[in-house]
């Protein structure tokens, strides 16, 4: 819920025209690919995710352009330069969920409005639950972190994580130079 309120804030203030019901969906949902039920072995959390809403709103007979909407969205939501260049729904939710995450942009949204959606919404330990939630796909999928920002928890954390750098892959290229 945070997510969609900062989203809503952000675009708000912007004067961005925006469909509500698809950011809501989009929002809510982002972080299904996190929820143990919907993690394949190998996929990234937000292609999880982003499967695990699509199969939802197709069963509930969502228009195949709407999911599709959604899809991105939730798929895109951590790579803010692509997001931001898509629909205001995709982008919405990428910095919304941004902000959440991180507070990139948090001095944009009036004191007020934050006041108002950290207290309806409160954080309650997201911090260390977030880092949990990282560690665990860390530990159990790691190679969905290649080229992940993930990947950098799990290098601090994890003694022989196995995932290697984006150096290491440039190098390790099997290539003649």
Not at 47 to 52: H, L, N, Q, S, Y
């Amino acid at each position: 819920m945070r997510s969609y309120l900062f989203g809503c804030a952000l675009f708000d203030l912007r004067s961005v025209p925006y469909d509500r019901e698809l950011a809501f969906v989009a929002a809510v949902l982002h972080d299904l690919g996190l929820v143990e039920a919907y993690r394949t072995p190998t996929e990234p959390f937000e292609v999880d995710g982003a499967d695990a809403a699509r199969r939802f709103l197709v069963a509930h007979r969502v228009p195949a352009e709407r999911v599709e909407v959604v899809w991105d969205a939730i798929a895109l939501h951590t790579d803010t330069g692509v997001a931001t260049r898509k629909r205001p729904e995709i982008a919405m939710v990428s910095l919304g969920s941004g902000l959440d995450f991180s507070g990139n942009g948090l001095q944009q949204i009036p004191s007020d409005t934050r006041e108002e959606i950290l207290a309806a919404f409160p954080r309650k330990g997201f911090k260390q639950d977030a880092l949990s939630t990282i560690l665990s796909l860390c530990r159990t999928k790691p190679l969905s972190t290649l080229m992940h920002p993930f990947a950098e928890v799990g290098r601090r954390h994890l003694p022989d994580f196995p995932v290697p750098t984006v150096e290491d892959l440039l190098l390790g290229a099997p290539f003649a130079d």
